[in-house]
């Protein structure tokens, strides 16, 4: 089937999901992730096959690390359709109404995009979690996977396109788009009049694509080189543990630490002993002259290492002499993505908060929890790290929008 017809048969789709009552809907997600559980044997087989791909294609271990799926991960893709389910619905929510001087009420409701169509890389559990809040808010989506998951997208999307058959909603609510050409890739990017926006969701050669080629209107999520400062007042044990958190709980995700400002007053009491249990996970310090002093297993960094997202185990550390040398270097070379400060100083703290430049600004914890699942959201369809309409973990209201409705009772224009 031609990537028009996929599209026209969405716009169709979503015609019908756009009129279901919230608790149809609700029903309906919940019957989908009992399928999914219920699948697990025939989804994980499918994975296995693009394991084997990865293998043979040498992916890194952070890659194949978010490409995997076992039981486990199947089953928190089954809870994470179940907690959005049970999620508010927002659709139809009037966010305000004024009554004008010639009598007219003027309001707000919120309503579904559209047609949402969704390029991604090596991870399956996207193809759930976007299913699952463009479902919530009557939008059908397409989605368009790597070649790395295939197989398992194929898997996960025919069990969800079954189910929502046996609920008595279109299964073209959700579609994949099984041609993993960049021809193809680059033809769904321009595709006007069908999609009614366009989401990457992947590294940052992805998302340049995207962003260059596609005439249709594009969320963007961004790559994640996420920065942990630790100031001259932090609690240093609570550093190392928050950085160790950060960078290695799960090296392939956006949200990991990879770089690490140190304020110089306390690199010589943090930097041996966060060397050494770095070095114990595997993870290589790529530092400045003033770091590597006080690190035995550091080696120089260069000049592309204070901005790359390495999805590996690798950190780079700088150290700064002030705060506000830290927030110059975070935003210089940031990603818009999550950024935190470990310390004690309330002042430094705000300041940290004030002027970073990211979506996601913390105080003394993980970068990790920049997460829809840990947000609230249920899950989130990417964390977007520009400044129009969404910013952040994408939940349930990134996927809306509003129609201003107008009730009159004979009024004309003079």
Known sequence: MNLYSIAQNAKEAQRVLAKQPSGKKEECLIFCADELESSADYIISENEKDMAEAEKNGMSSGLKDRLKLNADRIKAMADGLRTVARLDDPIGEVTGMKKRPNGLLIGQVRVPLGVVGIIYEARPNVTADA?????????????KGGSDAINS????????????EKCGIPADAVSLITDTSRETATEFMKMEGYLDVLIPRGGAGLIRSVVQNATVPVIETGTGNCHIFVDESADLEMAADIIMNAKTQRVGVCNACESLVVHEKV?????????????????????DERSIAFSATAIPANEDDWGTEYLD?????????????????????????????????????QKFLDE????????NASTRFTDGFEFGFGAEVGISTQKLHARGPMGLLALTTTKYIIYGNGQTRP
């Open 267 to 287: 690199a010589d009491r943090l930097m041996p002993v966060l060397s050494e249990r770095l070095a114990a996970a595997g993870v290589e310090i790529r530092a």
């Open 356 to 363: 970073v430049d990211a979506a996601c600004v913390y105080v």
């Open 153 to 164: 997208n194929i898997a996960i999307v025919n069990v969800l396109r079954g189910s929502l």
């Open 131 to 143: 299913f699952a809040l463009c479902f919530k808010t009557g939008n059908a989506v397409i989605l």
């Open 313 to 349: 185990y690798k950190i780079s550390v700088k150290t700064v002499s002030s705060v506000d040398e830290a927030i110059a270097h975070i935003n210089r070379y940031n990603t818009g993505h999550s950024e935190a400060i470990i310390t004690n100083d309330y002042n430094n703290s």
